[in-house]
Each structure stands twice: as structure tokens, then as C-alpha cells.
């Protein structure tokens, strides 16, 4: 069984703070991809990762996968209350399924 | 281009009953899954379908089935609720045989509560 282990679970921090979640496996991924969900919705894909060592940025996020392709972060830098939300990362793996690990609920106060 | 849309949006069942919940995928996505997401929780795998066929299923018991329809829309079928049941259910849609990049599209839910 692919598992994946998110941390911290929750995160409370104020705007123009730095943080960063981690997503660690003892498995390997053909990908990894993270996912923001916000209350009532599905979660909406950010960026697939791929390649080991691959390096994603999107505005203030940076993604990266490790070199194995068993772990993956995400670094949001001088976050902002519009970031607040569920976190979620998930490996595309065998059996034509997404792993999801617990999601980091971050909110980002004003 | 239309999204994942679900069916319904909010449900309440009493332990025992039977439930379909519906999704139509989004346009030009051939692969249909189902995911369980608990209160506070990540989402579990249930199945994936393609072709009208299960092709790939998680760790949950047989009373959990789903179907696929020729336009690529499905249902997911829950016998003999039971209160752990209680959860959001969440479809996604992919373009089968396309590089992983582009991920999988997800609609909003249906919200199942099991009394």
C-alpha cells in the first residue's frame, strides 16, 4: 500500500510570512501532483511534478520533487489571506489511482 | 468547456438505504473516478472506470459500485449505508492516455450524511 504523510497538518500564520509543507513516501511516484481545496469545492490541480529533483514555480509557490520520487514540498513565500485553504498532495501511482495525503489546512491571517 | 458536475450536491440517508450519486465528466475526458474524502481527511481512491469498465479499484468493500455510460458520464452506487459512510464523494475526470501534466479535473462533491 502507496502511502503518502503530509506535515504540519495545520498551519496558522500571519501575511507576509514564508512556509513550507512537506509530503513524504517510503514509495516511489511516476508523478506527484499538489491540490489547493477550498470549503464546499473539489480540489483544483496546482502542478504536477515528474522528473526526481524537478524544481515547479508558480508565482509565490515553489514546487519540488525530490530526487527519489518519494518526497515532494511546497514553499509559498509572503503569503497572503488568499492562500488559505486545504493542501493537498497526491502521487499518481500504480493501479491507475491518486494517493492523497491528509492536507495541510493553512489559513494566512491579515 | 464545461467541468466535473455532480449530482446531487447534498444528501441525507438513513442507515441501511441504498444511494446513486451522479457525475458527468468534463469534455473530452474518457476517464471517470471516484473518490471518498472523510471529514478533516485526504481523499481515498473508490474505482476508476474507462470504457465502461472498472479499471482499477481501491480498498472498499463490494457494496461501493459505480457504472459508466457510453458519454462518459457515471454513477456511483453505496447498498446498505452505513453512518461511516458519511463523507464527501468526489469525481474526477482525466484524458486517459495523456501525459500525468495535466492532472485530474474534480467536480464539487456531493455531500452524503448517514443517520
Known amino acids: 500500500t502507496q502511502l503518502l504523510e503530509q506535515s504540519p497538518q495545520f498551519l496558522s500564520i500571519q501575511e507576509g510570512e514564508n512556509l513550507t509543507v512537506y509530503c513524504n513516501s517510503s514509495?516511489?511516484?511516476?508523478?506527484l501532483q499538489w491540490y489547493r481545496q477550498e470549503p464546499g469545492e473539489g480540489p483544483v490541480l496546482l502542478v504536477t511534478v515528474v522528473t526526481g529533483g524537478e524544481v515547479k514555480k508558480l508565482k509565490r509557490l515553489t514546487f519540488q520533487f525530490g530526487d527519489a520520487r518519494k518526497d515532494s514540498s511546497l514553499h509559498i513565500t509572503a503569503a497572503q489571506p488568499g492562500d488559505t485553504g486545504l493542501y493537498l498532495c497526491a502521487g499518481d501511482g500504480a493501479g491507475n489511482m491518486l494517493t492523497f495525503g491528509g492536507g495541510t489546512r493553512l489559513m494566512v491571517k491579515p | 468547456e464545461t467541468g466535473v458536475t455532480q449530482s446531487p450536491t447534498h444528501l441525507i440517508k438513513t442507515r441501511g438505504q441504498q444511494v446513486t450519486l451522479r457525475c458527468s465528466s468534463q469534455s473530452g475526458h474518457n476517464t471517470v473516478s471516484w473518490y471518498q474524502q472523510a471529514l478533516g481527511q485526504g481523499p481515498q481512491f473508490i474505482f476508476q472506470?474507462?470504457?465502461?469498465?472498472?479499471?482499477g479499484r481501491g480498498n472498499f468493500p463490494p457494496r461501493f459500485s459505480g457504472l459508466q455510460f457510453p458519454n462518459y458520464s457515471s454513477e456511483l452506487n453505496v447498498n446498505a449505508l452505513e453512518l461511516d459512510d458519511s463523507a464527501l464523494y468526489l469525481c474526477a475526470s482525466s484524458p486517459r492516455g495523456l501525459p500525468p501534466l495535466h492532472g485530474y479535473t474534480f467536480g464539487s462533491g456531493t455531500r452524503l450524511t448517514v443517520v
Open positions: 514509495s516511489v511516484f511516476s508523478s
Open positions: 472506470y474507462y470504457r465502461e469498465e472498472e479499471n
